[in-house]
């Protein structure tokens, strides 16, 4: 039987399709924010990595808009919204769920069926709001503690390209504090460089000391004697983390030791009898 144009039109809704994100987190926005939020704001768009909101009042977008981060968050739970970044509060028309039609997804029908009486105002609202992204954070899956990707239980807290990467900031960071003070000892390192461990910074250490040495080895192969003062500044900082002895403890036996006596000459000239 054929339906007047006017009536298919007026019960006519728009629809998801099955996996599209911002159906999902629609269909999930309720047990994220709870009764009393999405009472007053609803997802209206996805732009990107940006959500748009739709709330009733500029009240409502400017309160929510302090809750974004917490949101955020609740929304990270999801396989969905994890590419949402941003949230952006419109005022504008609330789409709300018909009371007779059906939850889209199990989970939600059980948040909402152990769901509590609603708020009494917008305050108490905000607190379980707050509640719930608790909840929602201890019982979302287990991610690295920098990039967010998703982690199998039980792994390191951090994924293996970010704990490669720390790796190589400590390892930076060692480097550089050595190349101002080479004759700083380990504790005193790690005061600077937090989770530094002894096997890092020796490594920082051979590091600097096979650069520095192919430096002074071209003087060396170059046969001529040089008064440039970084080639000088790296033989003293060589000497210094060679040895490990404080600046005050160098002597000319020390650096004759670690150089040799023929690139010694080539830095510093040859040196009187006096000073062997």
């Not at 054929?2 to 007026?10: A, D, I, K, N, T």
């Not at 704990?163 to 400590?170: H, L, S």
Request: aromatic letters at 6%.
């Amino acid at each position: 039987m054929l339906r007047p144009l006017h009536s298919v039109v007026e019960t006519w809704k728009p629809s998801f399709a099955p996996g599209e994100p911002l159906a999902a987190i629609g269909a999930a926005w309720t047990g994220i924010v709870g009764e009393r939020v999405a009472e007053n704001a609803s997802p209206l768009e996805l732009s990107g990595t940006t959500l748009i909101v739709s709330t009733r009042s500029s009240a409502w977008s400017n309160q929510l808009q302090l809750l974004a981060p917490q949101i955020l968050s609740g929304l990270a739970a999801l396989p969905e919204g994890r590419a949402v970044e941003r949230l952006t509060f419109r005022v504008g028309k609330v789409h709300r769920r018909t009371r007779g039609s059906a939850p889209r997804s199990a989970a939600v029908a059980r948040r909402r069926s152990e769901s509590p009486a609603p708020a009494a105002d917008a305050r108490e609202a905000f607190e379980r709001l707050r509640r719930r992204i608790i909840d929602l954070r201890r019982n979302a899956p287990r991610a690295c503690e920098r990039c967010g990707v998703p982690q199998e239980d039980g792994s390191p807290a951090l994924c293996a390209p970010c704990a490669g990467t720390v790796e190589q900031e400590r390892l930076e960071a060692v480097q550089r504090i050595l190349f101002a003070a080479p004759w700083l000892e380990l504790s005193e390192i790690r005061a600077q460089v937090e989770g530094l461990e002894r096997g890092d910074y020796e490594r920082a250490r051979r590091q600097l000391l096979q650069r520095w040495w192919t430096t002074l080895q071209r003087v060396r192969y170059a046969k001529r004697r040089t008064s440039g003062r970084s080639e000088r500044a790296t033989a003293s900082s060589y000497v210094l983390l060679q040895s490990g002895l404080a600046p005050d403890r160098i002597t000319p036996a020390v650096v004759r030791n670690l150089l040799g006596e023929e690139l010694e000459a080539l830095l510093w000239g040859p040196r009187t009898d006096s000073s062997k």
